[in-house]
């Protein structure tokens, strides 16, 4: 077949222009704040913290299970829609302004994702229930796989746009800013907005009053930005058709040999079991977040945003700092680097949670602790596109087509296990040793039984091959 001819204001194999890279800041920050807020809030809201006088409507011991289940379910769809996207071949005459093999995933699947974001916060029953458990667990179901139709094409974009190392690294600082930005939404902004947008919280005749309404309407929100995010990236970016393009109706036998290899790639496979463990223990201390600053320091969702901060403007500076970083130490080096910082920080949660200090000077360590892990997490953003960018050129070298979505959604599946493996270890900890006012000692060692998983993650990390100049 004969290689198709690239449009002329199509990027160049070392550049791409300041546009894509803007909107592909904000639909990676879409991604964040469709995941983060749910991930973030979701089981604070369901179960929150014993003896708080907040509305609880799912067990403890299952809140867990909830996110984990429905993270599992969504985990089949990732390599289904990395292929079908890899190999998708759209119809011009019925769709002529959604062309290419990855806006109209996002075009179509945005919609959807608005609406399972926003009902996840209208549990139907008062109180603990199953019938809440089984509603939660489809709505984040469902929510999942349309963000996976949203984030995997998303994704496999980059490796598209940004065709050498340099240009990779470059496009991975817009995506670093672009997460980093979308999580300070996430969690930062969304903290004070559920506060001040709860009309039980504002009325003065009942101070220590709860509801769930602050959390709607910062879904309502927050949706409605997302679904803004990728329909923006839809009408400006215009793909690049591949040079040599994958069959469009793939046979189970096409598809299966194309992830059989991929999974025994053995760099590939490294680089999934660091990523898994770390995202395990980076990302276990974030789901306890809220119970550990309400019990640990007196806080409430507006203190998640002050702690925070530090940890976000640290994390931007070292994803804009990457690029001449990276002059010195290769996307290696740069991980290890990465991990290591968070690494010897979140131990500290327990002790600082634990101190008789007062609860400014706690919070202050704790803005520290963060700023530090913030420089690791802005450069753990950045290198992903440059190792996966060198892993899918490697695949493709003495075979016809590119396979970058179905590598982006493996990435996006260690990601996602290392989500589901988080929860459980954080719910189950606190279930474990205690969960409340009275014993909270199950909230101040997530921390430090994470650390466990970061410290191996980096200890593989050693022995990862260094990426090819």
């Not at 791409?16 to 964040?32: D, E, K, N, R, S």
């Amino acid at each position: 077949m004969n290689p198709t001819r690239t449009e002329p204001n199509q990027p160049t194999s070392d550049s791409f222009p300041w546009t894509y890279g803007l909107v592909f800041l904000l639909a990676v920050a879409a991604v964040q704040i469709s995941l983060e807020y749910i991930s973030q809030y979701g089981p604070y809201f369901l179960f929150p913290p014993e003896g708080t006088n907040r509305p609880a409507y799912v067990a403890l011991g299952l809140v867990g299970v909830a996110f984990a289940a429905a993270r599992l379910i969504d985990a089949v769809s990732d390599p289904l829609v990395g292929i079908w996207s890899d190999r998708l071949k759209t119809r011009p005459r019925r769709f002529p302004w959604i062309t290419g093999r990855r806006r109209p995933f996002l075009f179509w699947a945005s919609i959807p994702l608005l609406v399972t974001s926003v009902l996840f916060w209208f549990p139907p029953a008062q109180g603990v229930s199953q019938s809440n458990f089984l509603y939660c667990l489809l709505i984040l179901a469902l929510q999942l796989i349309f963000l996976t139709c949203c984030a995997i094409p998303l994704y496999a974009l980059g490796p598209e746009l940004a065709k050498t190392p340099a240009s990779r690294v470059r496009l991975g600082a817009w995506t670093g800013a672009g997460t980093t930005l979308g999580v300070v939404i996430a969690i930062v902004v969304a903290g004070p907005l559920v506060s001040t947008l709860d009309p039980a919280r504002s009325a003065e005749i009942d101070t220590a009053a709860f509801s769930a309404v602050g959390y709607q309407r910062v879904s309502w929100l927050f949706g409605l930005l997302v679904l803004l995010a990728f329909q923006l990236l839809v009408w400006v970016v215009k793909e690049d058709k591949p040079a040599e393009p994958l069959p469009a109706e793939p046979t189970s036998s096409h598809a299966w040999s194309d992830l059989r290899r991929a999974l025994l790639n053995p760099r590939f496979l490294l680089y999934f079991a660091i990523f898994f463990l770390f995202n395990v223990g980076f990302l276990a201390p974030q789901r306890c977040l809220p119970h550990w600053v309400e019990v640990g320091l007196g806080g409430d969702e507006a203190m998640v945003g002050e702690v925070m901060w530090p940890f976000f403007v640290t994390s931007l500076i070292a994803s804009l700092a990457a690029p001449a970083c990276s002059r010195l130490l290769n996307a290696k080096w740069l991980m290890v680097l990465g991990m290591a910082m968070i690494t010897v920080s979140l131990p500290w949660m327990h002790p600082i949670a634990s101190s008789a200090a007062p609860s400014t000077t706690k919070v202050l360590w704790a803005q520290l602790m963060f700023a530090a892990s913030g420089f690791g997490n802005g450069l753990l953003y950045v290198i992903v596109f440059p190792i996966l960018g060198e892993i899918i050129d490697d695949d493709a070298r003495g075979r016809s087509g590119r396979h970058e979505a179905m590598f982006l959604a493996l990435h996006t599946m260690t990601w996602k296990a290392g989500v589901t493996v988080s929860v459980l270890l954080a719910t189950q900890v606190m279930a474990w040793l205690g969960a409340s006012i009275e014993n909270p000692a199950g909230i101040f060692w997530v921390g430090p039984v994470a650390g466990l998983f970061c410290l191996v993650a980096l200890l593989m990390a050693l022995f990862y091959p260094s990426p090819k100049r």
